[in-house]
């Protein structure tokens, strides 16, 4: 059983910053591939990024590349999600999400976190 506890959102301005934690507990956390997704009012939730379980591999969705960076630590059993140049269109819950295999998509995953609250605004 792996637990998964989202920190780090809230709101900012268009063109700012956040950075995201996630703390995963239980035995076995540090043997899962880890993903952020997120979810809009309306909208289907989607990929984000994602990072194998020794933090040698990642994935981008198209809309984040170059803007996100995932990263983990597995010392700590925490992954962070660096935010950069957010836009209006990056607003919405935040979910942290662990896999067995590393994933590029939004579904499959194992363990979830409740979600933590991004805004950004015009």
């Known amino acids: 059983q792996v637990s998964l506890v989202e920190s780090g959102g809230g709101l900012v301005q268009a063109g700012g910053s956040l950075k995201l934690s996630c703390a995963a507990s239980?035995?076995?956390?540090?043997?899962?591939?880890m993903a952020w997704l997120r979810q809009a009012p309306g909208k289907e939730r989607e990929f984000v990024a994602a990072?194998?379980?020794?933090?040698?591999?990642?994935n981008y969705a198209d809309s984040v590349r170059g803007r996100f960076t995932i990263s983990r630590d597995n010392a700590r059993n925490t992954v962070d999600l660096q935010m950069n140049s957010l836009k209006v269109e990056d607003t919405a819950v935040y979910y942290c999400?662990?896999?067995?295999?590393?994933?590029?998509?939004?579904?499959?995953?194992?363990?979830w976190g409740r979600g933590t609250q991004v805004t950004v605004s015009s």
């Open positions: 999400a662990a896999s067995g295999e590393l994933r590029s998509g939004p579904m499959a995953y194992d363990y």
């Open positions: 990072i194998s379980w020794s933090g040698r591999r990642v």
């Open positions: 239980g035995r076995t956390a540090s043997t899962y591939a």
